[in-house]
């Protein structure tokens, strides 16, 4: 019993690893099913009150940009969770233009974004690192990336993204 215990919680552990690294059901679904999932799934593992909200009709992009949607959202719960400290993260969903915007909200512990991000103390802080990386894949693509954050209030991260290359 405890052996077959122990290969089902392994098993369950790399299905989890494997969703998280490249979820078949982006390619089959696409990105608001996938996300979907991937919310409910950090809720119940991290047991941090996250929501998504949609706002427009669901529908398919280029394969590329629902991967960086999809990688961009995980990073962002990630940081909310393992540097913001955050109890509460709202994802929020706008397809209703030629371009995809996203916001990431959390009441956790905020940081300067200003100085982070003009080198003040950027090479110390892991958080803000990481959302430059993201801002700058995002720019690579024609998209854009904001952060509203301050040391007393939670973090806004504001991603947009042209829904198509045409835009």
């Known amino acids: 019993n405890n052996l077959k215990t122990t290969a089902s919680v392994t098993f369950q552990k790399v299905r989890d690893f494997i969703f998280d690294l490249r979820p078949m059901m982006l390619d ?75 916001d990431v909200d959390d009441n956790g512990r905020g940081f300067d974004a200003e100085a982070a991000f003009m080198g003040e103390d950027g090479h110390s802080d892991p958080r803000a690192q990481g959302i430059l990386t993201l801002k700058e894949k995002f720019e690579l693509v024609g998209g854009s990336l904001i952060v509203t954050s301050s040391e007393t209030e939670g973090t806004r991260i504001h991603l947009e993204l042209p829904a198509s290359d045409d835009v």
Do not use: C, W
């Open 28 to 102: 089959d679904l696409g990105v608001v099913p996938t996300v979907r999932r991937y919310i409910d799934s950090f809720k119940e593992k991290n047991d941090i009150d996250t929501h998504l909200e949609m706002l427009g009709e669901e529908r398919r992009l280029q394969n590329h940009r629902e991967v960086m949607l999809f990688r961009g959202i995980q990073d962002l719960l990630g940081h909310a969770r393992d540097y913001g400290m955050a109890s509460q993260i709202t994802v929020r969903m706008d397809m209703t233009t030629d371009r995809i915007k996203v």
